[in-house]
């Protein structure tokens, strides 16, 4: 050995350098155990020298000298590809944590890589390709184990360590959680030829389970049907491994629960059952299809796998009893009425000592009147009477035959029945037992029923002696409706909440009756105004009425439940009932025993709601049918034909008939609003009132609007007669018998009245924003009145300033007529348009005037108000100009500014060319010399560009243990295309010359729109 190692110190390149070195390696090996060293010495002869003689069996020989060292680490038992992953659990953190290789380990995983990279197609390089990868799959570093297996399977298909490769790479996709891959891998597996049973079976639990645990992945993030679909594809790819099938499927079932998917649930479920009828889950599977069938309503469906179920547990008493127990129930509740007699008989027999064989034989009697045997039933009713004399039960069959009858229509036999049911319970009563008081009450409410019908089918048709009479009767039975509805109460069951409601309901149903009775068709115009007034007044009284007694009810409901021991608005209750509402109950714990859920608590809610509901939409309905009289009064005839006589009578008409159909209506509204208020109801009738009581308020003032505009129509129509007849003889009369003398006092009338009408709609105007403002009332109706109220005087001025304008055009007209022909005609016509130019001169600052006041108390700003601000000023500007709105505008130097440091004339006209100046640079300024204007602007500059340096990007010497430097973890390195255009984004700027002198002139310039009239500024 020393000379070997003198011989290669002195002589490294000598041609005999190369054996030397292999025998030297040969006896480190096998004479010293010296394995470290022959280690170095076989990597050194398989890689350093030209020759190639004893490359492939140093290469060897340094594999099996590493695997040698790693044995002794370990004491001699230590095999590097065998062992494996144990892991219990995937979702074990510290079980599948990695583990770091010793250095002996990392050694031999070195000298398989320099054999494999020596020889990658030699016929052993398969094997260290896998005893490579399973070095680190026994370690855990599963994503390096892969790169050999892969190699290994693609390189090498046809190699024996194939199969274990595939595996491995299954098994190390699947304990990293990517599942998807490992299915994959999986499915290459079962693809494959040739491969043993034994790896056949493993790819098709390890294809199960990476499904399974995807789908659970789905779960926990809350993707509950992708988890469900996922889990059933679990069965779908792997039937036949039926511990992953079986749960799979039945998981399948649980996310579709979780989303309502009851159907989907439901048959996966069923499927369950059918190919598993052994699972585990078989059971389990079949009580949630159960439930699944609940959630759906089909009872029945409840009832046939309840029923399978009993088939099912025979062995187990208890379960088999509740089964039987639900599979009757829900026969019943599906109203399978055969189906729940047959159950119930079964019961019977199976369980004859339980106590609810006594309530499944009285039911029967129950099914069969709905099967309409009523021989059958009788005969079980009169049994069980025999039998138990006592029993609370006899109520309910007396009630049940009563029911039987009225459904049947024989309402005589139906009202003894019910008879007999209360007479059965004050028997019972007095005899100090149980009397039932459920069916008393159910008996009781079925007689009002049958009163009830009576009463809805009665209609009010002429002749008018009919319908008093008819109403009479429906008085006398509203007597009879209340007393027994009162028995109800007093009785205390369930019905007692229904029963007051009705009392409160019937006077709204007399109501209605009243409002749509038939109507004389032989009226005339008036006279049908003047009935149909009549009659919505009445009936306006009469929902008055039914809301008063829906306010009774309202108060009365929870005393009535205070009464039953259930308090009505305890709000944990309510939580759970939500709650319960929208949770799914998986019932594969344990069967549970189908019960009657005591409603008592929803019941007397839904009547409170009810009552409540009806309080706002009945004060609306009385504001609505109210509103009707005013939609009548406008059918009234008018009988003037003149047109000043015809706007004073539509005007007297808005202020005797109208007025008052608004204000009725307007309290209406306002009474549901207060009401709302102070039972503290929210609903759309309450909301739409709000928005009522403003349309209605503005009834009057439109109306009133549309009249003042026709009047001065009639002035321009007139005034034209007016001209006509002046150009006449004095004297001359028209069509009508009015000469011009006469037409003047009508055409002034007319222009009175037009001022007179305007400023009545404005005030009507703000009696609307008045009463929004007391109910505080914000909606888009405040604003609309805000544009009427002030349009209708812009809009009357501008005519008045039109006529104002024509009366003097020709008031020197008829002067020049005058005083070329001395015709007083023409005297008279110039002096009356001297009247009228101060009439529309005067009344035009009269109306806007009144309308700025306005405008200024209701603090309105549109554009109504600015043009009622601009005409007041043009006629008084020293009053009004003061009241203008000025807007500061402030223009600050910034960017959008304008530079250029060349002058040129005219550059501070608006219409210069300046598409040649640039954008002026901006710098924060350190020192604010505008503080006390409160703006803070920045300085603007003349940019230059001056050259910069381009920094080396990269450096082309790449030094040992810098590869991260120029090259990527895929091995990728920069072209120099991509070089050249990473330099050319640092050095974004055009190079140009320094600029020699540090100062310089330059020129500022910006366009500014300002909206409106300057009136002052400053710089």
């Known amino acids: ?179 998807e891959d490992s299915e994959f891998i999986a499915k290459r597996i079962l693809q494959s030829e040739n491969i043993p049973d034994e790896e056949r079976i493993f790819a098709q639990k390890r294809l199960a389970a990476s499904i399974f645990n995807h789908a659970k992945l789905y779960e926990d993030q809350g993707q509950f049907m992708d988890a469900a679909n996922e889990f059933r594809r679990v069965f779908l790819e792997s039937p036949e491994d039926t511990s992953y099938a079986e749960a799979g499927l039945f998981n399948s079932g649980r996310n579709f629960d979780k989303i309502k998917e009851w159907e989907k649930a439901l048959e996966t479920y069923l499927l369950l059952a059918d190919q598993y009828p052994g699972s585990r889950y078989a059971i389990s599977s079949l009580r949630n299809a159960a439930e699944d069938n609940k959630e759906m309503k089909t009872f029945s469906g409840a009832a046939q796998i309840y029923e399978k179920i009993f088939g099912l547990q025979r062995s187990n008493p208890e379960e088999a009893e509740v089964s039987l127990y639900n599979a009757a129930y829900y026969y019943r509740e599906g109203e399978d009425w055969t189906n729940a007699i047959r159950l119930n008989n079964q019961y019977i027999a199976a369980f004859p000592e339980n106590p609810i064989s006594t309530d499944f034989y009285f039911a029967n009697a129950g099914h069969y009147l709905k099967l309409d045997n009523l021989v059958e039933a009788n ?194 209750s309510i939580v759970m009932a939500e709650v319960a509402d929208t949770a799914f109950v998986d019932s594969s714990e344990a069967v549970a025993r189908a019960v009657q859920i005591d409603s008592t608590k929803e019941t007397g809610l839904r009547w409170y709601q009810e009552a409540t509901g009806k309080i706002s939409y009945l004060y609306y309905k009385e504001a609505e049918i109210t509103k009707t009289n005013i939609t009548e009064a ?4 008018n009988p003037y034909t003149d047109a000043y006589p015809a706007i004073l009578f539509q005007a007297q008409l808005i202020s005797k008939l109208i007025n008052p159909a608004v204000d009725r209506t307007i309290i209406a509204h306002q009474k549901n609003i207060e009401e709302a208020a102070n039972l503290e109801l929210s609903n759309k009738y309450v909301e739409e009132s709000k928005r009522q009581i403003l349309l209605t308020s503005n009834i009057p003032a439109e109306e009133i609007e549309k009249i003042a505009f026709l009047a001065m129509r009639d002035f321009l129509k007139n005034m034209k007669e007016y001209q006509r007849l002046v150009q006449m003889e004095y004297g001359t009369v028209n069509a009508a018998g009015k000469d011009y003398t006469r037409l003047k006092d009508d055409i002034q009338l007319l222009i009175d009245i037009s001022k007179q009408l305007t400023t009545s709609a404005i005030d009507n105007y703000v009696a609307t924003l008045n009463r929004a403002r007391d109910y505080k009332i914000e909606n888009d109706l405040v604003r609309t009145t805000h544009n009427r109220m002030l349009r209708v005087a812009v809009e009357m001025t501008d005519m008045y300033e039109a006529y104002h304008d024509s009366a003097k055009i020709w008031q020197a007209y008829y002067q020049a007529r005058f005083d070329s022909t001395e015709n007083y005609n023409f005297d008279d016509a110039s002096l009356f348009c001297q009247d009228q130019i101060f009439s529309f001169s005067e009344y035009e600052l009269e109306i806007l005037d009144y309308a700025f006041r306005l405008k200024e108390e209701y603090n309105i700003s549109n554009l109504w108000a600015n043009k009622i601000l601009a005409k007041l000023v043009a006629n008084d500007p020293a009053t009004y100009a003061g009241a203008v709105e000025r807007e500061k505008v402030v223009v600050m130097s910034d960017e959008s500014w304008l530079v250029s440091d060349v002058y040129t004339s005219g550059y501070n006209k608006e219409n210069f060319d300046d598409s040649g100046w640039k954008n002026a640079g901006t710098v924060v300024s350190a020192y604010n010399q505008f503080i006390d204007l409160d703006i803070n602007p920045k300085a603007i500059w003349m940019p230059l560009k001056v050259a910069i340096p381009t920094p080396t990007m990269f450096d082309s010497t790449v030094v040992p243990g810098d590869s991260l430097m120029g090259i990527d973890s895929l091995g990728f390195v920069p072209s120099d295309s991509m070089l050249a255009q990473a330099e050319e984004e640092i050095n974004v700027e055009t190079i140009v010359d320094t600029v020699a002198s540090d100062t310089m002139q330059v020129y500022f310039r910006k366009k500014i729109n300002l909206d409106g009239v300057p009136v002052d500024g400053y710089i």
């Open 634 to 637: 406008f059918t009234a005839s």
């Open 379 to 572: 005969r079980i009713y009169a049994e069980f009477a025999t039998k138990y004399p006592d029993d609370p039960r006899g109520v309910q069959a007396f009630y049940e035959r009563g029911a039987y009858y009225q459904e049947n229509g024989q309402l005589i036999e139906a009202k003894n029945e019910y008879q007999n049911a209360i007479a059965k319970s004050e028997t019972l009563n007095r005899k100090g037992m149980d009397p039932n008081r459920y069916y008393v009450g159910e008996s009781l409410n079925r007689m009002v029923d049958m009163l009830y019908t009576e009463y809805t089918e009665i209609t009010l048709a002429l002749p008018v002696s009919n319908i008093e009479a008819q109403e009479n009767r429906m008085r006398g039975l509203i007597k009879d409706i209340s007393a027994n509805n009162l028995k109800i109460i007093a009785n205390g069951s369930i019905r007692s909440f229904e029963a007051a409601f009705r009392n409160a309901e019937v006077f709204e149903i007399f109501a209605d009756k009243y409002l749509s009775q038939e109507r004389n068709p032989g009226l005339g115009v008036d006279q049908k105004f003047i009935e149909e007034k009549k009659i919505n007044d009445a009936s306006a009284g009469l929902y008055d009425k039914a809301v008063d007694e829906y306010i009774k009810t309202m108060h009365n409901i929870p005393i009535i439940s205070e009464k039953l021991g259930v308090d009505l608005f305890s709000v944990d």
């Open 1 to 179: 050995v020393s000379g070997f190692e003198d011989y290669l110190d002195r002589f490294p390149t000598d041609s005999n350098a190369y054996s030397v070195n292999w025998n030297y390696a040969q006896i480190l090996d096998l004479k010293m155990n010296r394995f470290e060293d022959s280690y170095e010495q076989y990597i050194h002869v398989s890689n350093d020298y030209l020759e190639t003689e004893f490359q492939n069996s140093a290469a060897t020989n340094a594999i099996v000298v590493a695997d040698t060292l790693v044995k002794i680490r370990f004491g001699g038992v230590k095999d590097t590809t065998k062992g494996g992953v144990e892991i219990s659990s995937i979702t074990d953190e510290e079980a599948l944590r990695p583990e770091i290789l010793t250095t002996e380990e990392k050694r031999l995983i070195e000298a398989y890589d320099n054999y494999i990279r020596l020889f990658p197609d030699d016929e052993g390089t398969p094997k260290y390709l896998a005893n490579a990868g399973a070095i680190y799959f026994n370690h855990k570093q599963f994503a390096e184990a892969r790169v050999y297996f892969k190699t290994l399977v693609n390189r090498f298909p046809g190699a024996r360590e194939r199969t274990l490769a595939y595996r491995s790479i299954m098994d190390s996709y699947f304990y990293l959680g990517q599942f």
